[in-house]
């Protein structure tokens, strides 16, 4: 192993979890081809690349490529379709009522992040599961800050009204 080969491991690997949850929330049960895709780019193009946030490069990377993959007509839906068992977080220990709440929440959760218009889920993906700052979206997405802001701002009301419908009578 040369020592772009090892860079590259240690730079663009630990990244590829971050990578496959914006890939699954962009075209769904495809992210695995999507990663593998965006991954083989990054290494091609690797040598070239002398940015500080590896992170933020392969994201859009990934993101490029869940749109080209997209734009081929073999994905016609922009929604992810929810699996229960692997997406909800309870214990056996927990009381049963809790975990069928717990469950109808994030069932309802991911539902609300599923029906955003897709520049609006990207957004609630990459800051609100990602954690990443409005610098590296802005990068990411090809959008000035205002724009990453705008569109959080937005994503979050409709999320809001989505989750909580009462809310908007008052």
Known sequence: MDESDAR???????????????????????????????????????????????????????RNCCFTYQRSDRRQSGTVPFNEATQTAASEDDDPAAV????????????????????????????EFEQMDYRQIASIVGVPVGTVMSRLSRARERLREALNPEAEAD
């Open 8 to 62: 590259f491991r240690r730079e663009i690997l630990p990244h590829l979890d971050a990578a496959y949850n914006l890939a699954r929330w962009i075209v769904g049960r495809e992210a695995d081809d999507i990663v593998q895709e965006a991954a083989l780019r990054a290494y091609k193009s690797f040598h070239g690349w002398h940015g500080e946030h590896a992170r933020a490069w392969l994201l859009a990377i990934v």
């Open 100 to 127: 069928v709440m717990h469950r109808s929440e994030c069932a309802a959760l991911h539902a609300a992040i599923a029906a955003l218009p897709i520049e609006f889920r990207e957004m609630i993906v990459l800051r």
